[in-house]
């Protein structure tokens, strides 16, 4: 089993649509969780980070978490076609140290249409 | 505040050849990560470093090598090149915070081609 698993997509919503990202993870030691976005030719850029079990707003943004179900999402609201890029999904083991390591998945390709 | 700088943006490099990559993180950040980014493999874990020591390794060959310097700076060394090299490395910066609620923040990258 892959440590953290995304849906490679494409996926494609029409613009002003919700936009629903999925990812798991299969270390239940893992801490801490972030959303990357990254446009083509470019590196990746935080968009959310979240700790707890629940929701976490920023924006457009949406992150959810589920520890229990090693689930983590992201749901982008009005979606525009700037928002067209590859979305990574990353998981951190452990709380620092000498567990602290960035583990990324493959990313989910996001398609926006005008 | 200044971003996680690279250099070089871009490289080629021949089958043998050696090279460093160099890293200049977020002023104030001590930790410094290196990601190898390709297509197929997505992003991949090369290795951390805190205060001048490697904390953290990723499933790489010993030629996949790095340091960090007192300010922070860090490089990345990769030699005796193979084709399959060629990638985007990735450098990323973060405070380390206690509690492991961090955050790293990625440099523009180094794109590395191997002919």
């Known amino acids: 089993q892959k440590e953290v698993e995304q849906n490679s997509g494409p996926l494609s919503v029409p613009e002003g649509a919700i936009a629903s990202l999925n990812c798991t993870y299969s270390?239940?030691?893992?801490?801490?969780f972030f959303w990357y976005r990254q446009y083509s030719g470019k590196s990746p850029e935080l968009i959310m980070s979240i700790y707890s079990n629940g929701d976490k707003e920023d924006g457009r943004f949406t992150a959810q978490l589920n520890k229990a179900s090693q689930y983590v999402s992201l749901l982008i609201r009005d979606s525009q076609p700037s928002d067209s890029a590859t979305y990574l999904c990353a998981v951190i083991r452990g709380s620092g140290g000498s567990n602290y390591k960035l583990t990324f998945g493959k990313g989910t390709l996001l398609t926006v249409n005008p | 505040k200044a971003g996680v700088t690279q250099t070089p943006r871009y490289l080629i490099k021949t089958r043998g050849q050696q090279v460093t990559l160099s890293c200049s993180p977020i002023s104030g950040h001590r930790s410094v990560s290196w990601y190898q980014q390709t297509p197929g493999q997505g992003l991949q874990f090369l290795f951390e470093?805190?205060?001048?020591?490697?904390?953290n390794k990723g499933n790489f060959p010993g030629r996949f090598s790095g340091r960090q310097f007192s300010n922070s700076r860090s490089e990345m060394n990769v030699s005796t090149l193979e084709l399959g090299d060629s990638a985007l490395y990735l450098c990323a910066s973060s405070l380390v915070l206690a509690g492991g609620t961090d955050t790293q923040y990625f440099g523009p990258g180094t794109r590395l081609t191997v002919l």
């Open positions: 270390d239940r030691g893992s801490q801490s």
């Open positions: 470093y805190f205060s001048e020591t490697q904390r």
